[in-house]
Nanobody, 124 residues
Framework: QVQLVESGGGLVQAGGSLRLSCAASGRTFSSSAMGWFRQAPGKEREFVAVISWSGGSVYYVDSQKGRFTASRDNAKNTVYLQMNSLKPEDTAVYYC?????????????????WGQGTQVTVSA
């Protein structure tokens, strides 16, 4: 069993920044890739980024490259998503998720544990 708790969301003006955190407990955190996803109202949940267990490999959806940075601290069992130059279209609930063993992808079914999400709202 894995428990994931996101934090750091909030209301920010366009052009601002937020840093999301995801604290993990349960299954050995340091052996799992961790993903970030988001879901806007009325839309499907979509991939944002994934970071390998070591932090050595990070992949982003093309639209986030250069604005979002995923990182992790295995000593603290925490993964982060630094979001800069935020846009109103970034408004969504952001979720972290633990990947199934060996997975490092963008598909929802490659992740077996999810957090409850944290709301990010970007005003124009």
């Amino acid at each position: 069993q894995v428990q994931l708790v996101e934090s750091g969301g909030g209301l920010v003006q366009a052009g601002g920044s937020l840093r999301l955190s995801c604290a993990a407990s349960g299954r050995t955190f340091s052996s799992s890739a961790m993903g970030w996803f988001r879901q806007a109202p009325g839309k499907e949940r979509e991939f944002v980024a994934v970071i390998s267990w070591s932090g050595g490999s990070v992949y982003y959806v093309d639209s986030q490259k250069g604005r979002f940075t995923a990182s992790r601290d295995n000593a603290k069992n925490t993964v982060y998503l630094q979001m800069n130059s935020l846009k109103p279209e970034d408004t969504a609930v952001y979720y972290c998720a633990a990947a199934t063993p060996g997975a490092l992808g963008y598909k929802l079914n490659e992740y077996d544990y999810w957090g409850q999400g944290t709301q990010v709202t970007v005003s124009a």
